[in-house]
C-alpha cells in the first residue's frame, strides 16, 4: 500500500532554530507539494515540484522558508529561523497531474 | 485568484441520515477533488471529479463544471464519517495548484 511518508511527525523547538521536515513521495509520482494547515488560514500552498524542479513557490515567506528535492525520493521544508507564528501542520503531498495524496502530517510548535 | 466556498460550515447529524456537501468555486477548473480530513488529522483523498459523477459505497459526488459547483453526498451516515471535508479545485490555467475550501465539520452523533 504506497503512501507519502513524512518526518517527524511532532516537532517541538524554540524560536530562532532551524527545522527541517522531510518527506518521501510516492513512488512513481512526479509532483510534489508542500502545504501549511493552521485553523486561521486553513490549508495554504507553499510550494510545488515537477520532476524535482520548482514550478511555484509563491506561497512561501521567502526569508526564512526553502524548499528543495535532492532527488526523486525525498523533499525537505527547511525553515530557518523559526517563528511562533511558523506553528502549524506540515503536510506534504504527491501525485500524477490529476490527484494528490497527502502524507501524516508534521505537527510543529514553535515556542 | 480562484475562490473556494463551501456550504454548510458546520453539519451535525444522528446516524443514518443522509446529507449534502455543497462547494461553489468562481472560475472554471481542470481539477476538482473531495478530501476527508479525519479527527486525527489525516487528509484522505475521496474523489477526483472535475465533471460528472461517481459513486464509491456509501458516498457520491456530482460536478456540474458549467454551472460552477459540485455537490458531495454522503448516505447513511456512520460515526466514522465525523470529520471536516473539503473541496479543492485547480483553476483552468493553474498546474497541480489546489486552492482549498474552508471545509464542512461534519459531527455523526450515534
Known amino acids: 500500500d504506497a503512501r507519502v511518508t513524512q518526518t517527524p511527525r511532532h516537532k517541538v523547538t524554540e524560536m530562532g532554530q532551524e527545522v527541517t521536515m522531510r518527506c518521501q513521495p510516492i513512488?512513481?509520482?512526479?509532483?510534489v507539494f508542500w502545504y501549511r494547515q493552521t485553523m486561521m488560514q486553513g490549508l495554504e500552498l507553499l510550494a510545488y515540484?515537477?520532476?524535482?524542479?520548482?514550478?511555484?513557490d509563491s506561497g512561501m515567506p521567502k526569508d526564512r522558508f526553502s524548499a528543495e528535492m535532492p532527488d526523486a525520493t525525498l523533499a525537505t521544508l527547511k525553515i530557518q529561523p523559526s517563528e511562533p507564528r511558523d506553528s502549524a501542520v506540515y503536510f506534504c503531498?504527491?501525485?500524477?497531474?490529476?490527484?494528490?495524496?497527502f502524507g501524516p502530517g508534521t505537527r510543529l510548535l514553535v515556542l | 485568484g480562484i475562490q473556494v466556498e463551501q456550504s454548510p460550515p458546520d453539519l451535525i447529524l444522528q446516524e443514518g441520515a443522509n446529507s449534502t456537501l455543497r462547494c461553489n468555486f468562481s472560475?472554471?477548473?481542470?481539477?476538482l477533488q473531495w478530501f476527508h480530513q479525519n479527527p486525527w488529522g489525516q487528509l484522505i483523498n475521496l474523489f477526483y471529479?472535475?465533471?460528472g459523477t461517481k459513486q464509491n459505497g456509501r458516498l457520491s459526488a456530482t460536478t456540474v463544471a458549467t454551472e460552477r459547483y459540485s455537490l458531495l453526498y454522503i448516505s447513511s451516515s456512520q460515526t466514522t464519517d465525523s470529520g471536516v471535508y473539503f473541496c479543492?479545485?485547480?483553476?483552468?490555467?493553474?498546474?497541480?495548484?489546489?486552492?482549498f475550501g474552508q471545509g464542512t465539520i461534519l459531527t455523526v452523533h450515534p
Open positions: 471529479i472535475p465533471s
Open positions: 513512488l512513481g509520482h512526479n509532483t
Open positions: 472560475d472554471s477548473v481542470n481539477n
Open positions: 479543492a479545485v485547480v483553476g483552468g490555467t493553474s498546474y497541480g495548484k489546489l486552492t
Open positions: 503531498a504527491s501525485g500524477p497531474r490529476e490527484t494528490q495524496y
Open positions: 515540484f515537477r520532476n524535482r524542479a520548482p514550478l511555484d
